[in-house]
């Protein structure tokens, strides 16, 4: 296991190592006693056939499913005094949560529930889609030896798998241990999979050949999404490159004005049923998923280091379902725009929907 100098304590910083089989039998008989916990103050109960210690003995990290536990909530500890404070933030564990429980269920075609909520996976979309897809990859060096997906998810495209082609080991992030099971699954050994928190990387500095994190940093709570752009530019090696896929949201001029009377309709729809709600007496619905999007200025005013705004996709998928369609020239209208954005990738980048920000040390 080669890639565990690479790792530190998310809590120390501290290196970390493998568990001997001593040390395993050790815990696990602790473990049988109810003496062992998790940081978060949950007994932990689960015996072990691998995990990780930091090189004091404070912290272990335990390996489960070939899934390596490196959120600090997680670290098993021996002792209450080592309890943490501070837990998980309930916006982080909302999106944890959809995830684990929604997110990555696939239907009867073998979509995961996330591609058919915020997706457009009709045919007529198909070929647009691809090409988008494609982008990423002339970002990102051709080769390496580490390339990290930050929130990988379960890796829910065929054509995702393309960016790790020539690097020895791709690196999966996530919340989500179902969504790190199924990227394992289809990643095999060159997959190593981490249950952490991107906001707090549990890698040293310029450890990083590459990195991508697609359609992710918006699902953070919002005044940590610089943090989190921040821990990737620090564990990205020297002449390292990286790609974010970010979404304007309501910040696209394009999309405001194309999409101003179907959103007229929608804030209407929830004005009344908001009163109509409160007239049954009932509370605000529960939140699905976290999401918040920032403008471009915000991010050019806190990013302390230098990034290019290119395009991924100039339009939304709610634009997509309601003017794109295959009898109206559907895929026409979508190679017009590929091509578009092809010559103008920063104004589109910055104009509409989807930008790439590309990084490089």
Not at 288 to 317: C, D, G, T
Not at 337 to 353: A, D, I, S, T, V
Request: with cysteine; hydrophobic share 40%.
């Amino acid at each position: 296991m080669e890639w565990i100098e690479i790792l530190k304590c998310p809590i120390t910083g501290k290196d970390v190592r493998a568990l001997e089989p001593h040390e395993i039998e050790s815990l696990n008989s602790k473990v049988a006693a109810g003496a062992v916990w998790q940081a978060d103050g949950k007994v932990f109960s689960t015996p072990l056939t691998k995990g990780l210690i930091t090189t004091d003995g404070a912290y272990i990290y335990p390996i489960i499913n070939e899934i390596i536990l490196l959120l600090k909530d997680l670290a098993v500890v021996d002792s209450q005094d080592k309890l943490l404070k501070e837990t998980i933030s309930a916006d982080k564990q909302l999106v944890k949560n959809f995830y684990d429980e929604k997110g990555w269920t696939a239907n009867e075609k073998g979509d995961y529930e996330d591609a058919v909520i915020f997706e457009d996976l009709r045919d007529v979309s198909k070929e647009y889609i691809k090409k988008c897809h494609d982008r990423v990859r002339r970002f990102l060096n051709p080769s390496g030896t580490y390339m990290l997906d930050a929130a990988s998810g379960a890796l829910q495209f065929p054509d995702y798998l393309q960016y790790s082609d020539n690097y020895k080991y791709r690196i999966c992030v996530d919340f989500s241990f179902t969504a790190l099971s199924e990227a394992k699954r289809k990643l095999g050994d060159k997959g190593i999979c981490v249950l952490c928190d991107m906001t707090n990387m549990p890698f040293k500095d310029g450890k990083i050949d590459g990195f991508i994190s697609l359609n992710t940093i918006y699902h953070i709570p919002k005044d940590e999404q610089v943090t989190a752009m921040k821990e990737l530019y620090r564990v990205l090696a020297a002449k390292g490159k990286g790609v974010i896929v970010y979404e304007w949201f309501k910040h696209s001029p394009w999309m405001n004005v194309g999409l101003f009377p179907f959103r007229a309709a929608v804030f209407t729809k929830n004005r009344l049923k908001e009163a109509f709600n409160k007239v049954a007496g009932k509370g605000a619905p529960e939140k699905m998923l976290y999401f918040h999007a920032h403008p471009y200025e915000y991010f050019k005013k806190n990013l302390p280091f230098a990034f290019q705004l290119k395009v991924w996709r100039s339009i939304s998928v709610p634009f997509m379902k309601y003017y794109i369609h295959a009898p109206l020239f559907g895929k026409q209208i979508l190679n017009w725009l590929y091509n578009k954005e092809e010559r103008e990738p920063e104004k589109c980048g910055l104009k509409g929907e989807y930008p790439i920000f590309v990084f490089e040390k």
